[in-house]
């Protein structure tokens, strides 16, 4: 994605003013792809109207509008009508090979797409039926089964060619798992097998795998905020916030960093999608902080570490967070509560990390004149903030999650013709609009609807509960233990596929384990939601820190490893509110423990980020402490942790004897530090004199 800037006379000086960095189109992914085919003529038109159709019918099952008269549509019918919408798809927007024409399609690709929307057509025709005669559990006949089985092999292509080999070979094993499930080989993975046409029936027919919780998410919820995002994305809203940061941070210290976090956040915020945010923020921020002093990998990596918040903050979070909400049983709202704690922790914890490098590196904020005017922005902008706010009182007062979506993307819609010349819609805009989705939609529904095999398979053999049992076992019923272990796991997994297909794994298999321990349900399905995002910083795959590093011009590794070491505060997060569902807003008066637990934590950080960027705020640059720079970093790093670290619960320290033990850390450490950075003075040629 492209973006521009601007100069305008202001008093004599240049003020920079942003360009959209959008500009025709938002998106939001989940798996970031690049090779992918554009369609052009009758095929980008049929594109169009199946999106159209898709958004129809969401909106006629979420409002209950009776589009087809006299007939009450059932659930799985709906879902089998999304599928033959924008499945097929995946074939002609996704090449096969990276040898496959991108300016054509090959003949292949079309039987392919064919095939599927036949499949899913006949299944959709037969799946009341089979409800009504239980044909998930036998019985189906000869023709729903041959459908079926196509519709698994399109189902397992499709989830190549979106997530790659990686994420096909972690899944295609298990789906047909219950073939051989019971196997001696398999050990604690024994469970009840079934035939090939039991397991057909169960995987098509079932609401627990094809149909069941991922693609009943993009369904119910994912639709309608896809919707929202990409509106706001083709209305301008990135000028907007990206304006408004540099308007509000580019005067502090190391102020352009401080913009590319808080830009990052807001825009992330709205499509809750990683590179896309790096691909259009970055494109702002990364020359102006390498103008700023800011070395080139350093750069990348603060991009990197700020869009990957895009999946953590709401209102609107990456797809996860709604299959999340389905697996728990929660509305989304709920998940979006709990996610503002640990999402506010992570955007501190980076500015702090920004402030103290900045001020270890002497590097100043952008001069004011050379921003754009805050009432400037605000004026030509101020209609985001009421669309926004309808969807947070929708959301959170109204519980209308399923509507919320569609309220405030027809707000905005009208707001915006009303009061933007520059954005206002025309037909051609309203295709692109379809487009964009479109497109998004038929990624979303590739991975989706594939991963839900998992579950489906995991259903059918009955395993879940007794490999939770075997976990415990291996763990010892040491939670310590078991967290880990999940960590570690997420973290892996996490390398080779799709936040959403790690995610799922890991709610099947490792999640009750940690359950049974009685650890709280949101705060468990939080810890791996965010253990299988960090991926995305973290080498060897580390995708945000290296699209980051394209745009800076910088090593990819290195900046890879500059991210983590950044963003290092998101390692400890997850741990933290796992120890205390508080900050997760879960428990007995969970907002004002949640907001105590998140004052420790930030003080906490404060701490951290100071002996991790060698400069700590209210002491100066320990540089100057001479050799004793290291040891009181490493201390200031570990009394840092501990003040963060709630106390109680599964720990075995309460909260006032882990706070007392941190401060008895910190307070001689920094006392120290205090002493010789103030005994000493660094002049210009680095020497270091009483």
């Given at each position: 994605m492209s973006s521009s800037t601007s100069t305008a006379?202001?008093?004599?000086?240049?003020?920079?003013?942003?360009?959209?960095?959008?500009?025709?189109?938002?998106?939001?992914?989940?798996?970031?792809?690049?090779?992918?085919?554009?369609?052009?003529?009758?095929?980008?038109?049929?594109?169009?109207?199946?999106?159209?159709?898709?958004?129809?019918?969401?909106?006629?099952?979420?409002?209950?509008l009776r589009f087809f008269i006299g007939y009450t549509q059932l659930n799985t019918e709906y879902f089998y009508l999304l599928i033959a919408l924008m499945l097929p798809?995946?074939?002609?927007?996704?090449?096969?090979?990276?040898?496959?024409?991108?300016?054509?399609?090959?003949?292949?690709?079309?039987?392919?797409?064919?095939?599927?929307f036949a499949a899913a057509l006949l299944l959709m025709s037969n799946v009341r039926k089979a409800a009504e005669a239980g044909w998930e559990f036998g019985g189906a006949p000869n023709n729903?089964?041959?459908?079926?089985?196509?519709m698994w092999a399109m189902l397992m292509e499709a989830l190549r060619r979106t997530g790659g080999w990686s994420l096909l070979l972690s899944v295609l094993p298990f789906t047909v798992y219950p073939l051989f499930a019971e196997s001696s080989w398999l050990g604690p993975f024994r469970g009840t097998q079934s035939t090939l046409e039991q397991a057909t029936a169960y995987h098509v027919l079932s609401g627990e795998s094809l149909l069941g919780i991922p693609i009943q998410a993009f369904a119910d919820t994912v639709i309608g905020f896809l919707v929202f995002g990409t509106a706001l994305m083709m209305t301008g809203a990135g000028k907007f916030f990206i304006n408004l940061s540099f308007a509000m941070c580019g005067t502090f210290r190391g102020g352009?960093?401080?913009?590319?976090?808080?830009?990052?956040?807001?825009?992330?915020?709205?499509?809750?999608?990683?590179?896309?945010?790096?691909?259009?923020?970055?494109?702002?921020?990364?020359?102006?902080?390498?103008?700023?002093?800011?070395?080139?990998?350093?750069?990348?990596?603060?991009?990197?570490?700020?869009?990957?918040?895009?999946?953590?903050?709401?209102?609107?979070?990456?797809a996860t967070a709604f299959v999340i909400a389905q697996f728990l049983n929660v509305s989304y709202a709920e998940v979006a509560v709990a996610a503002i704690i640990p999402a506010a922790l992570y955007y501190v914890g980076l500015f702090m990390q920004v402030d103290s490098y900045a001020a270890r590196h002497g590097l100043k904020g952008i001069p004011r004149a050379e921003l754009p005017r805050i009432m400037d922005t605000i004026k030509d902008g101020w209609y985001y903030v009421f669309v926004i706010a309808l969807l947070i009182v929708m959301l959170l007062y109204f519980k209308r999650e399923s509507h919320a979506p569609f309220y405030a993307t027809a707000l905005l819609l009208v707001l915006n013709q009303f009061f933007s010349k520059d954005t206002r819609?025309?037909?051609?805009?309203?295709?692109?609009?379809?487009?964009?989705?479109?497109?998004?939609?038929?990624?979303?529904?590739?991975?989706?609807?594939?991963?839900?095999?998992?579950?489906?398979?995991?259903?059918?053999?009955?395993?879940?509960?007794?490999?939770?049992?075997?976990?415990?076992?291996?763990?010892?019923?040491?939670?310590?233990l078991l967290l880990g272990m999940c960590a570690l796991t997420s973290l892996i997994l996490g390398l080779g596929l799709t936040t959403t297909?790690?995610?799922?794994?890991?709610?099947?298999?490792?999640?009750?384990?940690?359950?049974?321990?009685?650890?709280?349900?949101?705060?468990?399905?939080?810890?791996?939601?965010?253990?299988?995002?960090?991926?995305?910083?973290t080498p060897p795959v580390a995708i945000a820190s290296f699209a980051a590093a394209g745009i800076a011009g910088s090593p990819a590794m290195k900046t890879g490893w500059e991210s983590m070491w950044v963003g290092s505060i998101i390692y400890f997060i997850p741990f933290?509110?796992?120890?205390?569902?508080?900050?997760?807003?879960?428990?007995?008066?969970?907002?004002?423990?949640?907001?105590?637990?998140?004052?420790?934590?930030?003080?906490?950080?404060?701490?951290?980020?100071?002996?991790?960027?060698?400069?700590q705020p209210f002491v100066g640059d320990l540089r100057r402490a001479g050799g004793l720079e290291w040891p009181i970093r490493v201390l200031l790093v570990i009394g840092g942790f501990v003040v963060a670290t709630p106390g109680g619960g599964i720990m075995p320290l309460s909260q006032m004897q882990?706070?007392?033990?941190?401060?008895?850390?910190?307070?001689?450490?920094v006392l120290l530090a205090l002493l010789l950075v103030r005994r000493q003075t660094v002049v210009p040629n680095g020497l270091r004199v009483p």
């Open positions: 006379p202001q008093d004599e000086t240049k003020r920079v003013v942003f360009d959209d960095p959008h500009g025709a189109a938002g998106n939001m992914q989940e798996a970031e792809v690049t090779r992918v085919r554009t369609l052009r003529g009758a095929w980008r038109w049929t594109l169009v109207a199946a999106t159209a159709a898709t958004i129809l019918l969401c909106i006629n099952q979420q409002f209950s798809f995946t074939f002609l927007i996704f090449p096969g090979t990276e040898r496959a024409p991108l300016d054509r399609i090959p003949w292949y690709d079309l039987v392919l797409f064919a095939a599927t729903v089964i041959a459908a079926g089985l196509v352009a960093a401080k913009v590319c976090i808080f830009a990052s956040g807001l825009l992330g915020m709205m499509s809750g999608s990683i590179i896309s945010n790096v691909l259009t923020a970055g494109t702002m921020t990364i020359p102006v902080m390498k103008k700023s002093g800011f070395r080139a990998s350093y750069a990348g990596a603060i991009e990197a570490c700020a869009s990957t918040g895009a999946v953590l903050a709401p209102p609107v979070m990456g819609w025309t037909l051609a805009t309203i295709g692109k609009f379809l487009e964009v989705n479109g497109r998004t939609f038929v990624e979303l529904v590739g991975i989706l609807a594939g991963c839900g095999l998992l579950i489906g398979a995991f259903s059918m053999t009955g395993v879940v509960s007794s490999l939770a049992n075997d976990l415990l076992h291996i763990a010892g019923d040491n939670p310590f297909a790690c995610y799922i794994f890991l709610a099947i298999l490792v999640a009750p384990a940690l359950e049974k321990l009685g650890l709280n349900k949101m705060a468990v399905h939080m810890f791996i939601f965010y253990w299988g995002m960090l991926s995305s910083i933290f509110f796992v120890l205390n569902p508080a900050l997760v807003l879960q428990g007995p008066s969970p907002y004002l423990a949640g907001l105590g637990l998140m004052g420790l934590a930030a003080f906490g950080t404060l701490f951290i980020c100071g002996g991790i960027q060698g400069y882990v706070t007392l033990l941190g401060l008895a850390i910190l307070a001689p450490t």
